[in-house]
């Protein structure tokens, strides 16, 4: 999640101690991607605010050799967003309803916009 990045003197170190495990490495990105978002309708009103970041990230990340993440990328990042929509509405967040809609309405939008290419 955007919590486990830490932003120090010109570089940017990303920690996984919760989830870390051998897997495809476009879940760890989806789910990241999928975390800002959240973060960004939860903090900063509006789900896209922080595209920009997350632009950055995925170009980086994908430029520092590890292309073949964006293979599945779609898929674990519309995975992602069903999760934390389960998270809102089972923990009622504040603004769950909304939360939960917004993230639905993401996943959704990411799987459409995959099946279009």
């Known amino acids: 999640s955007a919590a486990q990045v830490i932003l ?4 940017t170190v990303v920690i996984d101690w919760d989830g870390h495990d051998v897997a495809d490495p476009a879940r760890d990105v989806g789910r990241f991607l ?3 978002r959240r973060l960004a309708l939860g903090r900063l009103g509006s789900i896209r605010a ?6 950055v990230f995925l170009k980086t990340y994908l ?9 599945n ?10 999760k934390l929509s389960k998270y809102n509405l089972s923990n009622s967040v504040p ?5 939960t809609e917004a993230m639905l309405d ?10 279009t290419r």
């Open 8 to 11: 120090a003197q010109g570089r």
């Open 63 to 71: 430029a520092e050799g590890r292309p073949e993440a964006e293979r």
């Open 106 to 115: 993401e996943g959704h939008r990411i799987l459409k916009q995959e099946a």
């Open 50 to 55: 922080l595209d920009g970041a997350a632009e």
């Open 34 to 36: 999928a975390a800002l």
């Open 95 to 99: 603004r769950w309803q909304e939360k």
């Open 73 to 82: 990328l779609r898929f674990y990042e519309a995975a992602a967003c069903v």
